[in-house]
């Protein structure tokens, strides 16, 4: 996804980006369609923890039951999605056409079929992905259209994530060309501990996942360090 100030290239398409007042058309008409055959339903921290919260849950238990993860190709941090079930791929959620988390269903399902990305200035813009689903009779404002999920809260969780996440991207990417394949497997492990099963659920999550980030922040240095004095020394054997 490439982005200009007002227009982001998604999918071979260029689209309007819009801001969080300003107006759409779209009308849901409940067909359950985008809860099917959908293998793109990624689930953040804060998408774990909402659900897990709404039903009661440890995060692990959501995990275990509901998940599926793996390391991202050229992010090399693990990406957790939803593990669709069945032939049809249908999600775990989906009850006769309804949610049964809707209160607390990932972003990507609230927003649909909004997407949401943030601007190189911290500015978090909005655009409607070209679908062929619901009414377009129905005008509302992107707050309006989240106002369920808790807009203020996801878009604090969104900047802090993509804040943190740009970063460690980059750290790790570095490290990873470094490490033998014994060390890379265990930092995949704490990197998934750390980024999204290490929560108390009497805590609000983004404090604890900016303490989680600051602890792995230290463990990564340590790491670098280590990897820094081994390039000396072998550069002066
Ligand atoms: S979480 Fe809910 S809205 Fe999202 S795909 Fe599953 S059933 Fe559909
Ligand atoms: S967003 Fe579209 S596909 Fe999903 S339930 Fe509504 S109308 Fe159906």
């Not at 804060?46 to 998940?67: C, F, H, Q, V, W």
């Not at 200035?121 to 009779?137: A, E, S, T, V, W």
């Not at 790491?223 to 020394?233: A, I, K, Q």
Request: glycine share 4%; hydrophobic share 35%.
């Amino acid at each position: 996804m490439t982005t200009e100030e007002n227009k982001v290239e998604f999918r071979g398409t260029s689209l309007d980006l819009i801001s969080v007042d300003d107006t759409f058309y779209f009308r849901c008409t409940k067909c359950g369609k985008c809860c099917k055959e959908r293998d793109d339903i990624i689930l953040s921290p804060y998408d774990l923890y909402r659900m897990a919260k709404y039903l009661g849950k440890e995060i692990e238990d959501i995990i275990n039951s509901y998940t599926r993860w793996h390391i991202g190709e050229s992010s090399k941090l693990p990406i957790v999605m939803m593990r669709m079930r069945g032939e049809k791929r249908t999600c775990p959620f989906l009850d006769k056409h309804k949610c049964r988390i809707h209160e607390a269903k990932p972003a990507v399902c609230a927003l649909f079929p909004l997407g949401r990305i943030a601007q190189e200035n911290g500015d978090i813009r909005y655009l409607i992905q070209p679908i062929f689903c619901g009414g377009h009779d129905k005008r509302q404002t992107v707050r309006e259209w989240i106002a369920e999920f808790g807009l203020e809260e996801s878009e604090a969780w969104f900047r802090t994530w993509q804040e943190t996440i740009v970063p460690l991207v980059r750290r790790v990417n570095e490290i990873y060309v470094k490490v033998s394949e014994m060390v890379m497997h265990q930092l995949e492990e704490v990197l998934f501990i750390t980024i999204y099963l290490a929560y108390s659920m009497d805590e609000p999550i983004i404090p604890q996942f900016q303490r989680n980030i600051a602890k792995m922040d230290e463990m990564l240095t340590c790491l670098e360090e280590l990897l820094e004095e081994n390039d000396t020394r072998e550069e002066k054997d």
